[in-house]
DNA sequence: CAGGGTTTGTACCGATCGGTACAAAGATGG
DNA sequence: CCATCTTTGTACCGATCGGTACAAACCCTG
């Protein structure tokens, strides 16, 4: 047997191949190897238990890998670097899509609306948070990292459309710059 | 009868609020208040081809009402601040999802690729000419056309996110100084 | 009013949806 | 080795999916 936590990662991949709706339950049978009959062992609610872990997890790794370190810095001005880089790494340059971002425009909004916000406003508060830190009005500081956060999912959007990761890139680039000239 | 264009902009919604898979026949009959047989009558290839024209009709409408005006502008700075009002009025403070980033997200983005790549590089060469002729460098305005067209959004994803309309609308004005600003 | 083509609702198709029931298979403790 | 409990695959449930068939209703033109 295995247990949830090592099954997360390649539900979370279905989720944002097909979105919740889309994201059947034959194909995240097949894409973990069990049967419905493990799923419904190991997830008894079914489908939205599912979502819900995968969601929990995702936001569990940002806390752990952006949120914290932007909190604890000593150097804001590295963490906020460290987190360009961490973002460009999980998403791949674009071409993985933000799953609670997808989450966020689907119709299953409202039935995830708790995590997805939280996802978002911790993560603009950890980053308003060093941008303070590093000399920033407060004011101007939360108003940078929400246009940052908001910047970086569009970036998502626009590559993926156009199909050319390089949008990505270019556009992570740019918010270093914008970040690190002075407030 | 009513023609296909009358029923588009209802079509649209049922798009924008289930996305493409979530649309199912029996919510687009609803919504239209059409039966299977009407609908199939309207649309022989039955929901891409609901899709493909809900896209097309969008395609055209940002290109009468933002792309065109940019592109003809005699006073490119009016016509971009008009491209806000227009983007803030359409996407109802980020309470109404862009259908096309939608399908850029999802699964069934590579059947309507097309569409979705045209929609936003002609968004962003059209927005990149309005400012170049407004004085900036070409590179420059194109980079800065990227960042506005990935901004918009992501204010919309944030705005839904956080549930809060007021994001989208600072994310807008923020853009607009930023616009404004020497290049 | 009659004829002919179009538009419409409805019944139906096989496939698949999320979820349940349950018995065989596997692990665990004595 | 047995008894027990968990994990697993499979068959099955009603509902709904996208799509088709087709006859009744409708609208024109004569």
């Known amino acids: ?35 419905k009959g493990s799923l419904y062992n190991l997830f008894p609610e079914g489908k939205a238990e599912m979502a819900a872990c995968v969601l929990a997890e995702i936001d569990g790794w940002f806390e752990a890998n952006l949120y914290a370190p932007l909190r604890a810095a000593e150097r804001p001005a590295a963490a906020v670097s460290a987190m360009f880089d961490a973002v460009e790494t999980y998403f791949r340059s674009g071409q993985r899509v933000c799953l609670v971002g997808v989450v966020a425009l689907g119709s299953e909004r409202d039935r995830f609306a708790g995590a997805v916000r939280c996802y978002f406003a911790r993560w603009i508060a950890a980053l308003a948070g060093a941008l303070t830190r590093s000399g920033r009005e407060p004011a101007a500081s939360l108003a940078l990292a929400e246009e940052v956060v908001a910047q970086i999912q569009g970036a ?28």
């Open 1 to 35: 047997m295995r247990g949830r936590a090592e099954l997360l990662p390649g539900l979370a991949e279905v989720f944002r191949e097909h979105g919740y709706e889309g994201a059947s339950l034959s194909l995240i049978s097949r894409a973990t190897g069990l049967g």
């Open 156 to 183: 998502i959007v626009l590559a993926r459309a156009l199909d050319e990761p390089a949008v990505f890139s270019r556009a992570m680039t740019a918010l270093r710059i914008r970040v690190a000239a002075a407030g």
